[in-house]
């Protein structure tokens, strides 16, 4: 097979497991689920970023589920702004911000709009805690089906399920990190946790 298939079926099932998250009525029960789907794929499908040699004993680390981190926000008007991310692989990438979304007390983060070929929305993070990647973490990424849903013209928002790029596990991979927008200075201690590999 195609490494491209691979990469098509990889989208497949992240896309079915967020609609399975969606459908699910308990935040933690799906959150579970998540881990559970996330950690397959990671340790096992052949379109994963984990490296060969590391995947037969992989399994990432995630917090345990806590309410306090989840909102469901309308996305706030915000002063257009473009980002065009080189990339070594897929040329340079463009966003456009389309608003901020406010997390309670922890601040606020800017909503991105793939603009290319299929768009799609776009909300990385950068938080203050040790163990969170250093070049941060994906909270939606729709063109690749990381999807909590929401609302028209709001967002769930759920810390619980940030996770790493693929660039985390992998140099093979390039991916957009977040900017100056995308930032808490708060450290977030709920979602997936960096290991090093190797």
């Not at 794929?41 to 989840?70: G, I, K, M, Q």
């Not at 729709?142 to 849903?149: E, S």
């Not at 660039?167 to 991916?175: H, R």
């Amino acid at each position: 097979m195609h490494y491209s298939w691979h990469v098509l079926d990889w989208r497949r099932h992240v896309a079915a497991l967020y609609a399975e998250v969606r459908a699910t009525p308990d935040p933690a029960a799906a959150h579970a689920r998540w881990i559970e789907g996330r950690a397959e794929l990671l340790a096992a499908h052949p379109a994963t970023p984990v490296p060969a040699e590391h995947r037969s004993s992989f399994s990432p680390v995630v917090a345990p589920y806590d309410p306090d981190w989840r909102f469901e926000v309308p996305v706030q008007a915000a002063e257009p702004e473009r980002r065009e991310v080189p990339t070594a692989t897929d040329g340079v990438v463009p966003f456009e911000r389309i608003g901020r979304v406010t997390l309670g007390d922890l601040g606020s983060l800017d909503v991105w709009w793939l603009d290319s070929y299929g768009g799609g929305v776009f909300v990385p993070l950068k938080d203050a805690s040790p163990s969170s990647y250093g070049g941060g973490r994906y909270l939606l990424d729709t063109v690749k089906g990381a999807d909590l849903g929401g609302g028209t013209e709001a967002l769930v928002i759920d810390l619980n399920f940030a996770f790493q790029p693929s660039c985390a596990y992998s140099s093979d991979w390039v991916c957009p990190l977040p900017g100056p927008g995308n930032r808490l200075d708060v450290p977030v201690e709920v979602g997936e946790r960096y290991v090093a590999l190797g």
